[in-house]
């Protein structure tokens, strides 16, 4: 874990990694930037200050772990883990070609240092559980961190785990759901509507922390709280903005699964600057 | 003049735009014909019946389990439900669903539609590619199995589908795929379809491999081996008996699929083969593993799914053959 010295300076890496994100998907010309780019404070927060891990020492047992459920989104998660220097940050741009390690979605036949092979939606927390229960049974200070899509979590098996969690007490575990209120076809509340979300995970015996994803303050008090709450797992319900940081890209589901074309790429990364 | 020259092969519609719109004119003659779709209606090509017929279509959310258990259960009610996804997914998540509530009960009316079969859905990768949902699907007693070839055949296997009273998997892909079929076939299902006459090898395949099957008949031509092509649409039940003609007629079957070798039409070949009047085979397909992120093109050139493999695979043959 290394604490960050002050705010400005982990803003400038979100902004450096939603360029990597609209530069490596433009370059693949497919790729899902929506839900890569409403997830970057998250991860950036996990990555640089909440995480105990060792980029030179990927396999350490006792590291925190994350997984993404919503593995579409791994263009965010390449770049946070290539700039903390688990990977090459200059081959961020062969996304999804021929022999890249930055496979389509997370596979770690390509990248052993991923936590898991996902890109099935709904399978990362059950997971996560599996990896907190390991380190729980060897005594190890490790803790699990799965984020989730909010069109993620309308699989059956998302409740499963989230059951299992409560009645387990696995309190090592954090879930994010990455709240961006938009999936593949469209809008979340026109598909299948997840509200009361919050009423929800309560019910179901978490400790729910509900914030705006995209507060950098908000996230590390909230990563801190879920640290101390004992006894039970926590989730936190990041209302988040999908498509965060370039204009034409928030809020629109087109760019749920679309790539920018070029002039597109250009005019976001002005915004990106 | 050869007789596969009639083969023009010129680029068509995908499959999945086929089903697409083939289920839009099926909604149009049929009242009954519902859908649902778990979150990749753009995809799959069913949001054109959503738009117009949005009191038919039910959108279950990321669910495929779901989806597959609520379509068993419209046709328990009298309805004819066209579930789709990707095939990976819906076959996969929902295979244990559609075995208790398709396959075991008598006489459920089910269609389940799996898109972006095989690996030429390219770059998405491994997570997103079906290569084992025929093996799925045709161990599922009762279940027909259909993997079409091209637009033309596809929209007519929509309707025969929905003319067979039983539960069907219909196979269709992402990328378009040449044509190769013109409007005046007539398909029947467990019927193969002969394309190309010859009499030394029978290059015998489904989806788009059989398009690739015709041009290694055409590169097999050149060398003085005449190649027979025969269309497999129907994998279940299997046409035994131009599988039966096929071995004693030409004496050697090359079996083509974008399917795993193990569990895919080739090993019901062989079965049927060995059945009937044992001959030797050779299987192209994905060898025991998964592939990766690159473009359909590359992929199918890296697994070895083009009319280059299947014309090498016929060499084979033939040498052992003798
Ligand atoms: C089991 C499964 N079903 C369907 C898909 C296809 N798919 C990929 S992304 C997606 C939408 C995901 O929406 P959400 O979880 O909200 O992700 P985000 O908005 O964060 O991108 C779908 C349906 C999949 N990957 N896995
Ligand atoms: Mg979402």
């Keep these: 874990m290394q604490q960050v010295k002050d705010l400005g300076e982990i803003q400038n890496f979100c902004k450096k990694i939603r360029r990597h994100i609209v530069e490596m998907i433009t370059e693949a010309k497919s790729g899902h930037p929506g839900g890569s780019l409403s997830a970057v ?67 770690r036949r390509f990248l052993p240092a991923l936590e898991a092979s996902t890109g099935s939606l709904g399978q990362g927390l059950s997971i996560g559980l599996g990896m907190a229960l390991a380190a729980r049974l060897n005594g190890g200070p490790s803790r699990t961190y799965v984020m989730l899509g909010d069109g993620e979590i309308q699989e059956g098996q998302i409740w499963e785990a989230a059951m299992f969690a409560a009645f387990h007490k696995v309190d090592n575990l954090a879930a994010i759901v990455d709240y961006n209120k938009i999936q593949l076809d469209g809008f979340v509340k026109d598909i299948m509507d997840l509200e009361p979300l919050a009423a929800k995970w309560q019910s179901f015996g978490w400790h729910v922390i509900t914030l705006d994803g995209h507060d950098i303050a908000a996230l590390r008090e909230a990563f801190a709280e879920a640290e101390g709450a004992k006894g039970k797992p926590t989730v936190l319900i990041a209302n988040t903005i999908k498509g965060k940081g370039v204009s034409f ?4 589901p087109k760019f749920h699964g679309t790539a920018p074309s070029r002039e597109e790429m250009a005019l976001a990364l002005k915004e990106l600057a | 003049m050869p007789a596969n020259t009639k083969f023009e092969l010129k680029m068509g519609a995908a499959t999945r735009e086929a089903f697409g719109k083939a289920l839009v004119e099926l909604g149009r003659k049929n009242k009954d014909v519902v859908v649902c779709d778990a979150d990749l209606s753009k995809s799959t090509m069913v949001h054109w019946f959503a738009k117009e017929f949005p009191e038919r279509f039910f959108s279950c959310g990321i669910a495929e389990a779901d989806m597959v258990a609520i379509g068993a259960g419209l046709a328990s009610g009298g309805k004819i439900p066209f579930v789709a996804s990707f095939s990976v997914f819906v076959m996969n998540k929902g295979f244990e669903q559609l075995r208790v509530t398709a396959a075991y009960p008598p006489d459920v009316n089910l269609k389940v539609v799996g898109t972006h079969s095989g690996i030429s859905i390219g770059e998405d990768g491994p997570s997103q590619m079906s290569i084992e949902d025929l093996a799925l699907a045709t161990a599922l007693p009762g279940f027909t199995v259909i993997s079409p070839c091209d637009e033309v055949s596809m929209a007519a296997f929509v309707h025969l589908a929905a003319e067979h009273y039983g539960p069907v998997f219909l196979r269709a892909g992402r990328p378009k795929v040449p044509v190769v079929y013109n409007g005046d076939q007539k398909f029947t299902i467990g019927k193969a379809i002969g394309l190309v006459e010859g009499k030394d090898v029978t290059l015998l395949a489904h989806g788009l491999m059989v398009a690739e099957s015709i041009r290694a008949a055409e590169i097999l031509e050149g060398e003085g081996v005449s190649a027979r092509v025969v269309d497999m649409p129907t994998i279940k039940p299997l046409d035994t008996e131009a599988i039966r003609k096929a071995a004693v007629e030409t004496g050697a079957i090359v079996v083509s699929e974008e399917h795993l070798v193990d569990g895919g039409l080739g090993v019901k070949v062989a079965q049927a083969v060995g059945q009937t009047h044992p001959c030797v085979m050779e299987f192209v397909g994905i060898e025991n593993t998964y592939a990766e992120s690159a473009t359909p093109h590359e992929l199918l050139e890296k697994y070895g799914l083009t009319a280059a493999s299947i014309a090498e695979a016929a060499r084979r043959a033939l040498k052992r053959k003798g």
Excluded at chain 1, 63 to 92: I, N
Excluded at chain 1, 249 to 252: I, P
């Design chain 1, 41 to 107: 404070e998250t991860l950036a927060v996990l990555y640089l200050e909440v995480m105990r891990h060792d980029p030179k020492n990927p396999q350490w047992p006792d590291r925190d772990r994350f997984v993404l459920g919503k593995g579409h989104a791994c263009p965010v998660l390449y770049s946070v883990m290539a700039e903390c220097g688990y990977c090459p940050v200059d081959q961020l741009i062969t996304l999804r070609k021929l022999g890249s390690m930055y496979q389509g979605h997370p596979d």
């Design chain 1, 249 to 252: 890209m928030e809020n629109n």
